[in-house]
């Protein structure tokens, strides 16, 4: 079985898609650390953003957590993008490179539901997919656990049956196929979208991208999968 990222994974995100909903992000973030009438200041919001994403995995929970901010509310906020289909940029055959792998496929998304169909429908890939899990999926007794959380992966295999090494995880974000591999789950890094490697722009990637450890498999595109299957089995 395979777990499909999507943000930075199938499309590049971070042409235009990212910057608007960081963008819509800091808009949100600094009217709800503001006094009410004045908002928080850009490093007031940069210093929630990159600490909420450090200690738990994603700012939407430490908003959650330490600002009573409604997920719902957060995400419809931060992801109306009103052009999605200008901004989308995405390489062609990607429909015969996921009819080419064996195996189920499920896109595994913390982007929310309204958002990642919208992607997936302008990218037309939806009927390659048996399963779409986006963020408002992901909660474990009564908690939100997106990505990177053991908990939610845990429970996504049990709920589909299959062991952890018969599954493979494709993904840009490097914490996130790490607690994958932890729980041994086979890993693939794609690499061609990454600008930086913080959420807020300030750091970016080093030049030469190394494979860690817990990386079975790096590639720079989706396309070069069916090419690198035999490391993967």
Partial sequence: MWLFDLDNTLHDASHAIFPLISANMNTYIARVLGDGSTPATIEQVNAARLGYWKRYGATLLGMIR???VSAPHFLAETHDLADLAQMIRAERGLARMLRSLPGRKILLTNAPTVYSRDVMRHLGLQRHFSH?????????HGQLRPKPSKLMLRRLLR??????HRCILVEDTLANLRTARQLGVRTVWITQYLRMSDPIGTAPLPRMLKRPAYVDVKVKSVRQLPARLHQLR
Avoid: D
């Fill in 132 to 140: 779409h899990i986006a963020i408002e999926n992901m909660h474990v």
């Fill in 66 to 68: 330490h600002h009573e």
């Fill in 159 to 164: 709920r589909h049956g299959v062991a952890a």
